[in-house]
């Protein structure tokens, strides 16, 4: 009894893997606008920045890659 049980489940839980989620573009944006545009105030973009301004964008990703490089966090001369 337990056997088949687990059969059963083991089978439903097999079945269940093979469906495939769709993989469409929930959220309604556009792939082809620059990043710069792309974005919304939804807590997550720098506090004062606002979509479209490319500057701003440029900037502050050249500050995040320079705050992830080892030479520059840590001080080195070289």
Known sequence: ????????GAAALALA???EQP???ASGKKPDVPAW?????N???AP???A???KAWEAQLKQRAAGQNESVRIGSNT
């Open 48 to 50: 004062g920045w606002q």
């Open 37 to 41: 545009n792309g974005a919304n105030d």
């Open 1 to 8: 009894m337990i056997q088949r049980i687990l059969m059963i």
């Open 23 to 25: 993989q469409d573009m």
């Open 52 to 54: 479209g301004d490319q």
């Open 43 to 45: 807590g997550y973009v």
């Open 17 to 19: 893997a093979c469906s």
